[in-house]
């Protein structure tokens, strides 16, 4: 039973500002469906209550995130889930074997200024780069 690996990391609001929790994930591509809901159930809990940044490499190279429409069945659960939780993507740009890799947030306007860099050492991902207002 294949599974994708995610670390959360909360980030504390100064003063009046809220805590912000950011997400780095890597789900493999034959990952199966019981794990990928233990994933959107973690993901409803978090995204109700904070304001939210995801990162993940999903390998579901058939998302068209032009159309929000994908071919497999798996792909086309991952989209529903990212529209259920209000989640927008915000990195359209390649980043690995023409793969993007996704970005999202649940609050409109706390990340703003997406980069997108160079190759980090040998790797073949980008380095992305963003503010969190």
């Not at 959107?40 to 999903?58: I, P, R, T």
Request: charged fraction near 30%; hydrophobic fraction near 40%; glycine fraction near 6%.
């Amino acid at each position: 039973m294949p599974h994708g690996t995610i670390w959360w990391v909360r980030i504390r609001g100064k003063a009046n500002k809220a805590d912000v929790m950011v997400g780095v994930c890597y789900t493999p591509a034959n990952q199966d469906e019981e794990a990928d809901e233990i994933f959107y159930k973690h993901l409803g809990e978090v995204s109700q209550s904070l304001a939210l940044v995801l990162m993940w490499d999903f390998n579901l190279p058939d998302v068209c995130w032009k159309y929000n429409a994908a071919e497999r069945k798996q792909s086309r659960r991952f989209l529903e889930r990212v529209e259920d939780k209000f989640l927008a993507q915000l990195v359209r740009e390649t980043m690995r074997k023409g793969d993007p890799l996704d970005l999202f947030v649940n609050r409109e306007g706390f990340v703003r200024n997406v980069m997108v860099g160079d190759h980090l050492g040998h790797s073949d991902h980008k380095m992305i780069e963003f503010p969190i207002l």
